[in-house]
């Protein structure tokens, strides 16, 4: 539910910290710790989103980036960008800005269950995918799922997102695998596109599921690998964050046939995308 009875009233935040996550000239994602100023805590899941504004200058929706189970506070991952992202790229520690929202549906969690879980992600497409890594990795979650793989795209070296939790993430058994677009001279990870790195990855395709999130370039040559290796496409899932404006299904924008992306997403399995028109 919403943090609040009427979903078109925000409410008041306070930026708690602010987090630089890449370094490279040409792309500034920053992650932003909010708290609400009345002290409640905003209950959500992963896959949801938010509508995050500074008055005056407009409102733009993110996903969630941190654990629901932290309830203190809550990160959104916001890269650079045009008018709003560029005015709260300005903002400092201890101002406020305003949040409505949960909103969307979620990650169905419990459904995976007892299956082996892959993420796959371009870029700044690792942040609303973060929630359910958090999430699945909690000590209190871990065993209730299998095997955790991962493989994370950027650019270049400087451009992943959360790299600070990496280790942490391997130490909790998650295979965490990192690659960019072209060779670097210290750079000991993988080289190349994800499409074509999935092929050399095993995975028992009778109890995996696949979360996907990044360019939608990235994310369909990701989702046609993983089907030339069997992968049923009903064990497939992304977001369409890039659709929504309003978040509450009256604007139309992220209208894609009888589906709004903010009300009936963001999350879809593919074999719901399979069934829509093509146009997302």
Same mark, same amino acid.
């Given at each position: 539910?919403?943090?609040?009875?009427?979903?078109?009233?925000?409410?008041?935040?306070?930026?708690?910290?602010?987090?630089?996550?890449?370094?490279?000239?040409?792309?500034?994602?920053?992650?932003?710790?909010?708290?609400?100023?009345?002290?409640?805590?905003?209950?959500?899941?992963?896959?949801?989103?938010?509508?995050?504004?500074?008055?005056?200058?407009?409102?733009?929706?993110?996903?969630?980036?941190?654990?629901?189970?932290?309830?203190?506070?809550?990160?959104?991952?916001?890269?650079?960008?045009?008018?709003?992202?560029?005015?709260?790229?300005?903002?400092?520690?201890?101002?406020?800005?305003?949040?409505?929202?949960?909103?969307?549906?979620?990650?169905?969690?419990?459904?995976?269950?007892?299956?082996?879980?892959?993420?796959?992600?371009?870029?700044?497409?690792? /942040?609303?995918?973060?929630?359910?890594?958090?999430? /699945?990795?909690?000590?209190?979650?871990?065993?209730?799922?299998?095997?955790?793989?991962?493989?994370?795209? /950027?650019?270049?070296?400087?451009?992943?997102?959360?790299?600070?939790?990496?280790?942490?993430?391997?130490?909790?058994?998650?295979?965490?695998?990192?690659?960019?677009?072209?060779?670097?001279?210290?750079?000991?990870?993988?080289?190349?596109?994800?499409?074509?790195?999935?092929?050399?990855?095993?995975?028992?395709?009778?109890?995996?599921?696949?979360?996907?999130?990044?360019?939608?370039?990235?994310?369909?040559?990701?989702?046609?690998?993983?089907?030339?290796?069997?992968?049923?496409?009903?064990?497939?899932?992304?977001?369409?964050?890039?659709?929504?404006?309003?978040?509450?299904?009256?604007?139309?924008?992220?209208?894609?046939?009888?589906?709004?992306?903010?009300?009936?997403?963001?999350?879809?399995?593919?074999?719901?995308? /399979?069934?829509?028109?093509?146009?997302?």
């Amino acid at each position: 539910m919403s943090n609040t009875e009427n979903p078109y009233v925000p409410l008041k935040a306070r930026i708690q910290k602010i987090i630089q996550e890449t370094s490279s000239p040409d792309l500034d994602v920053k992650t932003y710790r909010l708290s609400f100023e009345d002290g409640r805590s905003l209950e959500f899941m992963p896959g949801q989103f938010v509508e995050f504004s500074v008055p005056g200058i407009g409102e733009c929706p993110f996903g969630f980036a941190s654990s629901p189970l932290t309830k203190d506070y809550f990160e959104i991952t916001i890269k650079r960008t045009g008018k709003v992202t560029d005015k709260i790229h300005t903002l400092k520690e201890g101002d406020f800005v305003w949040i409505r929202g949960p909103f969307g549906n979620t990650f169905p969690v419990e459904k995976f269950e007892g299956s082996d879980l892959l993420f796959v992600a371009g870029g700044l497409g690792l /942040a609303p995918l973060r929630p359910f890594i958090l999430y /699945a990795l909690d000590d209190t979650n871990r065993k209730k799922y299998g095997k955790i793989d991962m493989l994370l795209a /950027a650019r270049t070296s400087s451009d992943h997102c959360f790299a600070y939790e990496y280790d942490e993430w391997r130490a909790k058994g998650a295979s965490v695998n990192l690659t960019i677009d072209n060779p670097e001279p210290a750079w000991k990870g993988l080289v190349g596109f994800p499409h074509n790195l999935i092929k050399d990855m095993e995975f028992d395709f009778s109890k995996l599921y696949a979360f996907l999130c990044g360019p939608p370039i990235m994310i369909k040559f990701v989702q046609g690998s993983l089907k030339e290796m069997g992968m049923p496409i009903d064990r497939l899932y992304t977001t369409l964050e890039m659709r929504m404006t309003c978040g509450v299904g009256k604007c139309g924008k992220c209208n894609i046939g009888r589906q709004y992306v903010c009300v009936d997403g963001p999350v879809f399995c593919m074999a719901e995308l /399979a069934e829509m028109p093509t146009e997302y």
